[in-house]
């Protein structure tokens, strides 16, 4: 079901500026190169600096102006991520309810998308005594949106909000499918505990809690998951953002990463020294581990790398793979090349392997998720949710 006509769109040949090789490149329709030669000098005066002086900029670099949501290419490699004729499209949309903010889930078999409501954060509604939501998107609903309204139209689909157990309070990080199940961990709230859960993605959509202490102190405020590609282990990240949010105690921890193997029920720190460890991710061999951090603005807006140790999985051999230049790298998604995905100040950053930025899906506002579909690349924007039909596809996130 998913629509053809985006690709018979001729692409358009634009001259590359000021570049160090002469090559024509063809920018798709929607898209803009900035080639990095053309704005490595700006001398004294540019506007630029002062615009983006603050502590926590979420300010993009958009030199050419362009009215978003539209597509930055700032190297040609790009372009084989985007394929000839990407679109960028507004698929949901409730103005005043930031529904769509992170853990999201791709179910595959039913085609449908899940994902949590902001929790804690602006026009969430939701807090020390209120509890966050979980809902779905239907893609087959959304292809067949898109079908209708025809080429590079926006659509608005409805989604299903669930109704899930009080075990389940505050989601703010999903992968999976695990095991059959949508895997997400919760923040908790007040002295309800952060946990990890199971969750039926059928109705009635039960649930099975499977970890919510640290040999009996609860975590601070679980933020983000994914499984070791390969295996059945779990890792994920605590910072502090039930507390920063109001809805959670004091920390009783410092804000780390941790690995748990359902099997044996062993819990343990494998990697420390952050401000938030917020996203996690692999590369889809397994060897290759990445933690963002999103202390933020002048401290840290940073993609930490690391190497799964082979051994005893933890991480070892840090290094920066990327700093964030707006905003503060936080949902991290990986496609099959290795090509890394970040939610960031004013939307989706993309990294190649090595590290270098090569393009980003500018929305001009923070966006903390996105997640791989059959119909293409979906951006969770708070209050709206977008679809970029790209070639690009996502690694395998669900073990079997
Ligand atoms: C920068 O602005 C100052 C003050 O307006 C002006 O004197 C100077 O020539 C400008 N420099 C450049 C490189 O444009
Ligand atoms: C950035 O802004 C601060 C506060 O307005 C100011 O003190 C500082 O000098 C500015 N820095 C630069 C590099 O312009
Ligand atoms: C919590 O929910 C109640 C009842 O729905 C509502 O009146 C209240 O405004 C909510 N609190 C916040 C912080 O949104
Ligand atoms: C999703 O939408 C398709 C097409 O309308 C429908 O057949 C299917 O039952 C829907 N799935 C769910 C879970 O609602
Ligand atoms: C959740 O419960 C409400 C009220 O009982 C119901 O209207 C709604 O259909 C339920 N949602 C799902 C996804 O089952
Ligand atoms: C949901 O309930 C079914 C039937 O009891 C059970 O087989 C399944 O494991 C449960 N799933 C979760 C995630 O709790
Ligand atoms: C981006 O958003 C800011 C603040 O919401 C607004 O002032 C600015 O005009 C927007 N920029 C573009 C290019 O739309």
């Keep these: 079901m998913i629509s053809s006509f985006a690709f018979v769109l001729a692409a358009i040949t634009a001259r590359a500026v000021a570049t160090s090789n002469s090559d024509d490149i063809a920018i798709p329709p929607g898209a803009v190169y900035i080639d990095p030669l053309t704005y490595d000098v700006l001398g004294p005066n540019s506007t630029w600096y002062a615009a983006r002086n603050t502590s926590s900029s979420t300010v993009g670099f958009n030199p050419t102006n362009s009215t978003p949501p539209f597509i930055q290419v700032f190297d040609p490699s790009f372009l084989s991520i985007l394929g000839p004729s990407p679109t960028f499209r507004l698929i949901a949309s409730n103005p005043g309810f930031a529904f769509a903010h992170e853990a999201p889930i791709y179910d595959a078999g039913n085609n449908l998308l899940f994902f949590s409501s902001n929790d804690g954060g602006p026009l969430g509604y939701n807090g020390w005594y209120n509890n966050s939501v979980v809902s779905y998107l239907n893609m087959t609903e959304v292809d067949e949106a898109i079908t209708a309204a025809g080429t590079g139209a926006d659509v608005n689909v409805q989604i299903t909000t669930l109704n899930l157990s009080d075990t389940v309070q505050m989601v703010n990080g999903g992968t999976g499918l695990y095991k059959g199940n949508l895997l997400f961990v919760t923040s908790g709230r007040a002295l309800l505990p952060p946990s990890i859960v199971l969750v039926n993605p059928n109705p009635p959509y039960n649930t099975t809690v499977l970890l919510d202490n640290f040999f009996g102190r609860q975590f601070n405020s679980l933020n983000d998951v994914k499984i070791l590609p390969g295996t059945d282990i779990i890792f994920f990240t605590d910072p502090t953002y039930g507390y920063i949010n109001k809805f959670r105690p004091e920390p009783m921890m410092p804000s780390q990463v941790y690995r748990f193997d359902p099997s044996t029920g062993q819990v343990r720190v494998i990697a420390d020294q952050f401000t938030e460890p917020n996203g996690v991710a692999f590369t889809p061999d397994g060897r290759t581990a990445f933690v963002t951090d999103t202390g933020g603005g002048t401290i840290t807006s940073t993609i930490y790398q690391f190497d799964v140790d082979p051994a005893t999985q933890s991480f070892t051999n840090r290094r920066v793979f990327a700093y964030a230049d707006s905003g503060a790298p936080d949902g991290i998604q990986l496609d099959t090349m290795g090509n890394v995905y970040a939610g960031c100040g ?46 690009a596809r996502g690694m395998n996130l669900g073990t079997l």
Excluded at 370 to 388: C, H
């Design 346 to 391: 004013e939307g989706t950053h993309v990294w190649n392997p090595e590290g270098t930025l090569i393009g980003k899906f500018y929305l001009n506002s923070t966006t903390a998720e996105m997640m791989f579909t059959q119909s293409g690349l979906v951006i969770l924007d708070e209050e709206r949710m977008y679809l970029v039909d790209i070639v």
